[in-house]
Structures are given as structure tokens and as C-alpha cells.
């Protein structure tokens, strides 16, 4: 009896390379191509160049260490007093001690003010503001910019932990690098072991923050500065008006940044460690927010960077032509992919299919075990994450997949991220007004 099995390696072996291909197309040219070649091409020269910069870095750093700036490091939210303790206690183990830090609490119902007081009472908080009514998190930032007095600014979350070396080197790019305007820092998942959810977001984390952000950076089209940790000069920051309203914050303040000359650098010893949805239903939510601010700020807000006039500039050009397209062009094109399959390969699927995750699997693997020789940290993660890795098929290919063409077609149809809870209303309704 021919099983199964059988059937699907005789269509393996009588496959040719040139069909191979036809079939599947999309993951060959598209993907593969990107998000492997691409990127190992990138940060293999970046590795291989160590050398010649390591003069630059270590320059850098003596010239940091004998200015010794002050920087502000601020601290915006919303109920994060169970955090601030122990967010305030961890930056006096920092190597570099010449910083304010500032909390700013965005109309809280729990006990944060009380907790922020008695911080700042025993010294472990430099500044406290505190607002009655809910602003929203870019109204808070806001308000920490204008009470800030440091050379630099760095954006920290509260419930965020970081290396001892973490804020001597965010800053110490600034000081070798040219026109540097922000640095960002490696974000890293700090409870991958609390559910299966977290996991492939750590799996996904290593890749598309650890080394996709080390390639972006190296090729010029790094785009967002994260939240959780990135540093800014203040005189950037004063010149664009601080952060605007929306889900998408970040990139937004990023893109403002890179428009006015500024470059943008990735630093991977910068190490942060951060908590993230552990369940399905919050990641939905958290992604069906990030995901909308692609169509808000690359399409709407930000739409005169295709536009050639004297403010235009080629990197900010390709950055967003190269994220609207893999994020969002080939998005929809997968669906094509797979009208594709069904239309002209139809009595084939059943080989199809379990080839496609054969693929993606394997191609999973072999980037997680080459990158891990570029990766700043190496632990027994590495161990751990293999044994999830053969959903991080189904996790990329079909799970994300799906959270962001549902999030694309609420902001192209229907803007709903000035819906979103994740700001206030009033916050809200002035953006969409300012079309912000």
C-alpha cells in the first residue's frame, strides 16, 4: 500500500529546481532573500569590521568618560508604582551615575504617587510630576522633556530591567558616531518562560530585534527607536516638539528625528529586558495597535518622505519603501501566494502545504543557530527556544499574518487607531483633528 509518506517524497524527487521555485516563489524570492540573505550578508561585514572600529568605540568612550554628560532619564505611565522601586533601585547600580531621573505619572488610580513620593523623599528620584487627569503616554513624556536639564534623553519603561553597563553604552555611540540623533537600544524578553506565547515572542525578539535591527542599522534604514529604551539627543528632541500622539509613538518620533538630518544607530550591548504579553489575547491587542501605526505614520502622517523635495533624503526614502513593502505589500501579496496555490496547484496542496512548513521550519533553524555567533549575549536560551521553533511557522507565517492584514484594513478603512483605549479619548480626537 503506497502511503502517505511515499506519495509525498515521489513528488519531492520528481520536482525539478526550476518548479521548485514556481511553487514556492514567495518564500524563495521574498523572504529567504530579505530576511536571511540580506540580513546575514549585513551583519557578517558589520562583524568582519569590529576591528577597524574598535578605535572609534573605544575613542568614543574616553571622550563620554571625560565630558561625563548629564543625562535625564525619563520614566513615563500609568500605574507603574509597582515598578518604580525597583526600576530606581537598579539605575544606582548603573556604571554611570551623572543622570536625573524623572517619573511622571499619567493620572493613576493605584498607589504610584505615594510610592513616587517616598522615592523621591529617600533621594532615589530626582523628579516627580505627577498629572491628575490621563494625558496619554506622549503627554507625559512631554511634560519629563520640559523639566529635563541632561545633554541627552533616555526613554526608559518602568517595568523594564537593564545591564549595569546599559545607559554608559546607549550614550557612548554619540560620541563616535557622526550626527547621531538616537540610539536604540537591544530589547530583550525577560519572561519567555511564563507561557508558550512568550516564548515565540522571545524567538521573535532575538531575530527581528537582536540581529533585524543590527542590519537595518548598518544599511541606514533603522526605523524605530524603542520605548523601552532609547536615547535621544535633547537638542533633536526640543527641534521636532517632543513625541506626538498615537499608538505608534515610537516610529513616529524616529521618523521625525531621521527627517530632520539626524542618523539613527542600533546598539546591541545596550541591553534591556522586558516583560511581554503572555497570553494570546493580549498580543493580539498589543500588535493590532502597532501594526495600525504603519498606515498612519508611513502612509498619512508621513507621506512627504516619497515626496522629492528639498527635505527629501535617499535613506529615509528606502527605509520606508523597504518597510511598507515587507510589512505591508507582501502582506497582501501572501494571499495572492495562496490563490496562487489553489488555482493553478490544487491536486498538489496536500504536498504543498507540509513543504511550505518544511521550509519555513528548516530556514527558522539555520537562522537562529548562524545568528547566534552575532548575538551580544549567549545563554541557555538558545537550548530552550529550539525546542519552539517549529511554530514559529505557523507563529510568523500565519498567526502575525493574520493580527496585521486585520489591523491594516481597520486603519485603511476605518482609522481606528484614534480609537484606540491604549490613549485617551480627548488625546485622540485633538489628533485626528491636527492629523497627527
Known amino acids: 500500500m503506497i502511503t502517505y509518506l511515499d506519495e509525498f517524497f515521489n513528488y519531492l524527487l520528481s520536482v525539478s529546481p526550476s518548479k521548485l521555485i514556481r511553487v514556492f516563489w514567495f518564500f524563495f524570492f521574498f523572504e529567504f532573500v530579505r530576511f536571511f540573505l540580506v540580513d546575514f550578508t549585513t551583519v557578517l561585514l558589520w562583524k568582519l569590521t569590529a576591528i577597524f572600529r574598535k578605535k572609534r568605540v573605544f575613542d568614543g568612550r574616553a571622550l563620554f568618560w571625560a565630558e561625563k554628560p548629564l543625562i535625564s532619564i525619563i520614566v513615563p505611565g500609568k500605574n507603574e508604582g509597582k515598578h518604580i522601586f525597583k526600576l530606581a533601585n537598579s539605575l544606582k547600580e548603573q556604571t554611570y551615575q551623572n543622570f536625573e531621573f524623572i517619573v511622571v505619572d499619567d493620572g493613576s488610580d493605584d498607589d504610584t504617587k505615594r510610592i513616587c513620593n517616598s522615592l523621591k523623599k529617600n533621594g532615589l528620584i530626582d523628579i516627580f510630576l505627577s498629572n491628575d487627569v490621563r494625558g496619554g503616554k506622549a503627554s507625559a513624556a512631554n511634560l519629563a522633556l520640559r523639566y529635563s536639564s541632561g545633554k541627552f534623553i533616555i526613554h526608559m519603561d518602568a517595568d523594564?530591567?537593564?545591564?549595569?553597563?546599559?545607559?554608559?553604552?546607549?550614550?557612548?555611540?554619540?560620541?563616535y558616531e557622526k550626527n547621531l540623533g538616537a540610539v536604540g537600544g537591544d530589547v530583550q524578553v525577560r519572561n519567555y518562560k511564563e507561557s508558550l506565547c512568550a516564548a515565540l515572542q522571545a524567538i521573535e525578539y532575538t531575530d527581528t530585534i537582536s540581529i533585524g535591527r543590527i542590519s537595518q542599522s548598518q544599511l541606514?534604514?533603522?526605523?524605530?527607536?524603542?520605548?523601552?529604551?532609547?536615547?535621544?539627543?535633547?537638542?533633536?528632541?526640543?527641534s521636532v516638539g517632543g513625541w506626538d500622539i498615537g499608538p505608534g509613538l515610537d516610529g513616529d518620533i524616529t521618523v521625525k528625528v531621521r527627517k530632520l538630518g539626524y542618523q539613527i544607530h542600533f546598539e546591541p550591548t545596550a541591553i534591556c529586558q522586558t516583560s511581554v504579553p503572555v497570553t494570546f489575547k493580549a498580543l493580539i491587542k498589543q500588535r493590532l495597535r502597532w501594526d495600525k501605526s504603519l498606515i498612519?505614520?508611513?502612509?498619512?502622517?508621513?507621506?512627504?518622505?516619497?515626496?522629492?523635495?528639498?527635505?527629501?533624503?535617499i535613506a529615509n526614502f528606502v527605509s520606508f519603501v523597504e518597510n511598507i513593502t515587507y510589512s505591508l505589500v507582501l502582506n497582501f501579496k501572501w494571499y495572492f501566494y495562496i490563490i496562487d496555490m489553489v488555482y493553478n496547484f490544487a491536486s498538489r496542496l496536500l504536498f504543498i502545504v507540509p513543504m511550505n512548513f518544511i521550509l519555513y521550519t528548516v530556514n527558522n533553524y539555520f537562522k537562529f543557530i548562524v545568528f547566534s555567533f552575532f548575538r551580544e549575549r549567549k545563554n541557555v536560551k538558545n537550548e530552550y527556544f529550539m525546542v519552539y521553533m517549529p511554530l514559529m511557522a505557523i507563529y510568523f507565517g500565519y498567526f502575525l499574518r493574520f493580527v496585521r492584514t486585520y489591523a491594516y484594513l481597520q486603519e485603511l478603512i476605518y482609522r481606528r487607531s484614534y480609537e484606540d483605549s491604549w490613549n485617551p479619548e480627548k488625546s485622540s480626537k485633538q489628533a485626528k483633528a491636527l492629523k497627527l
Open 160 to 175: 523594564c530591567s537593564y545591564d549595569r553597563d546599559a545607559v554608559e553604552n546607549i550614550i557612548v555611540p554619540f560620541y
Open 296 to 313: 498612519r505614520f508611513r502612509l498619512r502622517k508621513h507621506r512627504d518622505v516619497f515626496y522629492p523635495n528639498e527635505g527629501f533624503k
Open 220 to 238: 541606514g534604514i533603522y526605523r524605530i527607536i524603542s520605548g523601552a529604551f532609547g536615547a535621544f539627543k535633547k537638542e533633536a528632541l526640543d
